[in-house]
C-alpha cells in the first residue's frame, strides 16, 4: 500500500503542472514531510512531537490549498496519494488522533469537492438537455391546446 504511494507521489512531484499549485516553499514543505514519513516507516522508529507537528502543518497547508485553489487533477492525484500514506505512517508509527482527525478532513473536503463538481457539470448536461426539449414543439401540441380551449368553451356554454 505505501510503496505505490510513495512512487507516484514522486512522479507528482516532477509533473510541471506542481508548480501551479505549489509555491517554492510550499513544494520544499510536502517534499520535507513525504521524506520524513518514508525514513520513519523503513526505519520503523517511532515518531516525536516536533514530526508530528510537521505532518500536521503540511496537512493544514493541503486544507487550505484545498479551499482556496481549484482542486486540478494533479493536485487532486497528489493529496490522494498523501492520504493514503500519511494514514498508513499514523496507524503503524504516529498513533496520533489529531493527525488522523486532519487527514480525514481532508479527504472528506477533496471528495465533497469532487462531488460538487460533478454534480455541477451533470447539472450543465441537464440544462441543455431541457432547453432543447423546450424548444420542441410539434404541430400535435398546438391541435391539442387548440381542442382544450375548444372543450373549455364548450363546458361553459352548458353551464350557462
Known amino acids: 500500500m505505501r510503496e505505490p504511494s ?19 516553499e510550499g513544494l520544499r514543505m510536502i517534499k520535507e514531510t513525504v521524506d520524513l514519513i ?35 487533477p494533479i493536485f487532486r492525484d497528489l493529496t490522494n496519494e ?40 451533470e447539472l450543465k448536461s441537464l440544462l441543455e438537455k431541457m432547453k432543447e426539449l423546450q424548444s420542441f414543439n410539434p404541430p400535435a401540441f398546438d391541435l391539442s391546446k387548440h381542442y382544450l380551449s375548444y372543450l373549455q368553451k364548450e363546458k361553459k356554454k352548458k353551464n350557462t
Not at 512531484?13 to 517554492?24: A, D, E, G, R, W
Not at 523503513?42 to 516525536?48: A, L, V
Open 38 to 72: 518514508e525514513k520513519q516507516i523503513k526505519r520503523d522508529e517511532p515518531s516525536t512531537k516536533e514530526k508530528n507537528e510537521k505532518v500536521i502543518e503540511t496537512i493544514n497547508l493541503l486544507i487550505n490549498l484545498a479551499i482556496q485553489k481549484t482542486i486540478t
Open 6 to 24: 510513495l512512487k507516484k507521489i514522486k512522479i507528482i512531484f516532477n509533473h510541471q503542472q506542481i508548480y501551479t499549485i505549489f509555491n517554492k
Open 82 to 121: 498523501f492520504i493514503v500514506l500519511t494514514i498508513f505512517w499514523n496507524e503503524k508509527i504516529a498513533q496520533n488522533s489529531e493527525i488522523q482527525r486532519k487527514i480525514y478532513s481532508l479527504r472528506n473536503f477533496i471528495d465533497y469537492h469532487l462531488s460538487v463538481i460533478e454534480t455541477i457539470q
